[in-house]
């Protein structure tokens, strides 16, 4: 089971079912940042999950240098959940 609270900011929350690769749910919001459906928690048929409330990002200083930049949170995340089984995967 994942909890998420972001609904204070997002009033149009959604909910989706993908089936590319691993099966994967997500919640989320529409239209954000230029993407149609813009997840903010994820769970794939694995239990691998994420809320990017949880993350760091590079706006809260907490990325460490000499990584690769993701260009798209949201897509970076989705295909984590899409490929890979364990959070050693992922």
Avoid at 10 to 25: H, L, S
Avoid at 47 to 66: C, H, I, R, S, Y
Wanted: aromatic share 14%; hydrophobic share 40%; charged share 20%.
């Amino acid at each position: 089971m994942l909890g998420s609270n972001y609904d204070a900011w997002f009033i149009e929350p959604r909910i989706g079912f993908e089936t590319d690769g691993y099966g994967a749910v997500f919640t989320g919001v529409n239209k954000f940042n230029g993407i149609e459906f813009y997840p903010q928690s994820g769970m794939n048929e694995f239990g691998l999950a994420f809320t990017v409330l949880a993350m760091a990002t590079p706006e809260n200083g907490q990325v460490k240098l000499g990584k690769k930049r993701i260009d798209s949170r949201a897509n970076y995340l989705k295909n984590i959940l899409h490929s890979c089984k364990t959070v050693e995967e992922a």
